[in-house]
């Protein structure tokens, strides 16, 4: 076997300098934050903190982890990120396959209507409304039904879906195989890379979400813990009440933000990895041709 020539191993030399750059410069603001978590007041205000927490204190974990409401919002936040994780893979993945099919009547159009919603929305007044109307106002529902399909997705799926071996599916219908059959046990099993791809894409927006929910949810106790994190950090300036936390909050306002990102990221931080190894497949498959 050839030893590689001298330009190959100069360019693996600067190519592994360039990443370990990238890594460094991404995972500096996280740890930043981290650190800020767990530091005292007065030294983050001075500027002292970088990569190791300075001062350390956790009184502005023990104030959050103490408030009852912190729970009950974080548990609704679990809810409603599986539950409308779960209505958005379906109906993107049922739209997405539909469209997958040349010989689909009208296919073009349902293409169109759904292109169409990514550059024109009705606009808030108009969403309030609907929701209103509909009787979804103050409910699951409201957070889960309109943003069941992102165009993005459903057009990574449907160019994956379109790329499949169409032998596959025509043997399954020999078979006996109806369509939702052919889905179900055919198609689904062999795109766990992009359904796992959707699946963390939809999972992490609604993780993240907190406007529909301050929008479309009258009741402290059903809101997300988006929206409970984003009134602590109000409440540490002097804006929204923050429940039961907000009497000590003059002694973490410094650390609040710092606290409130690292306990809204974590979990999807936890989950990433297990997911991570179909991220780029599933993207990449999907992406082939559109």
Same mark, same amino acid.
């Given at each position: 076997?050839?030893?590689?020539?001298?330009?190959?191993?100069? *360019?693996?030399?600067?190519?592994?300098? @360039?990443?370990?750059?990238?890594?460094?410069?991404?995972?500096?603001?996280?740890?930043?934050?981290?650190?800020?978590?767990?530091?005292? $007041?007065?030294?983050?205000?001075?500027?002292? +903190?970088?990569?190791?927490?300075?001062? *350390?204190?956790?009184?502005?974990? /023990?104030?959050? *982890? /103490?408030?009852?409401?912190?729970?009950?919002?974080?548990?609704?936040?679990?809810?409603?990120?599986?539950?409308?994780?779960?209505?958005?893979?379906?109906?993107?993945?049922?739209?997405?396959?539909?469209? &997958? /099919?040349?010989?689909?009547? =009208?296919?073009?159009?349902?293409?169109?209507?759904?292109?169409?919603?990514?550059?024109?929305?009705? =606009?808030?007044?108009?969403?309030?409304?609907?929701?209103? &109307?509909?009787?979804?106002?103050?409910?699951?529902?409201?957070?889960?039904? %309109?943003?069941?399909?992102? @165009? *993005?997705?459903?057009?990574?799926?449907?160019?994956?879906?379109?790329?499949?071996?169409?032998?596959?599916?025509?043997?399954?219908?020999?078979? =006996?195989?109806?369509?939702?059959?052919?889905?179900?046990?055919?198609?689904? %099993?062999? &795109?766990?890379?992009? +359904?796992?791809?959707?699946?963390?894409?939809?999972? +992490?927006?609604?993780?993240?979400?907190?406007?529909?929910?301050?929008?479309?949810?009258?009741?402290? $106790?059903?809101?997300?813990?988006?929206?409970?994190?984003?009134?602590?950090?109000?409440?540490? #300036?002097?804006?929204?009440?923050?429940?039961?936390?907000?009497?000590?909050?003059?002694?973490?306002?410094?650390?609040?933000?710092?606290?409130?990102?690292?306990? #809204?990221?974590? %979990? +999807?931080?936890?989950?990433? %990895?297990? @997911?991570?190894?179909?991220?780029?497949?599933?993207?990449?498959?999907?992406?082939?041709?559109?």
């Amino acid at each position: 076997m050839s030893r590689p020539s001298r330009g190959y191993r100069v *360019f693996q030399s600067a190519n592994a300098v @360039v990443l370990t750059l990238v890594v460094a410069v991404t995972l500096y603001p996280f740890v930043n934050i981290v650190a800020r978590s767990f530091s005292g $007041e007065r030294q983050i205000r001075a500027g002292k +903190v970088s990569l190791w927490p300075e001062g *350390f204190n956790l009184t502005t974990y /023990k104030i959050v *982890f /103490k408030d009852s409401m912190f729970w009950r919002n974080y548990g609704n936040t679990v809810l409603y990120t599986v539950v409308s994780t779960a209505v958005a893979m379906i109906l993107t993945t049922c739209y997405a396959y539909a469209l &997958s /099919k040349r010989h689909l009547r =009208g296919r073009t159009v349902l293409v169109g209507i759904a292109v169409f919603t990514m550059f024109f929305t009705g =606009g808030l007044i108009p969403n309030y409304v609907l929701i209103t &109307s509909l009787g979804l106002k103050n409910s699951i529902w409201a957070i889960a039904l %309109p943003n069941a399909i992102s @165009v *993005f997705n459903l057009l990574v799926m449907k160019a994956f879906f379109e790329n499949m071996p169409s032998d596959l599916e025509e043997a399954a219908q020999i078979d =006996g195989l109806s369509t939702y059959g052919i889905l179900l046990k055919v198609v689904l %099993p062999l &795109s766990k890379a992009v +359904v796992a791809t959707m699946a963390l894409f939809y999972s +992490v927006s609604f993780w993240n979400s907190w406007f529909s929910a301050l929008l479309y949810l009258d009741d402290a $106790e059903r809101m997300p813990v988006t929206v409970y994190l984003r009134n602590l950090i109000l409440g540490s #300036t002097g804006g929204t009440n923050a429940g039961a936390a907000t009497d000590q909050l003059s002694q973490v306002g410094a650390n609040i933000q710092a606290v409130a990102i690292l306990l #809204t990221a974590l %979990p +999807v931080l936890c989950v990433y %990895p297990f @997911v991570q190894r179909y991220f780029v497949k599933g993207v990449m498959l999907g992406a082939v041709k559109g």
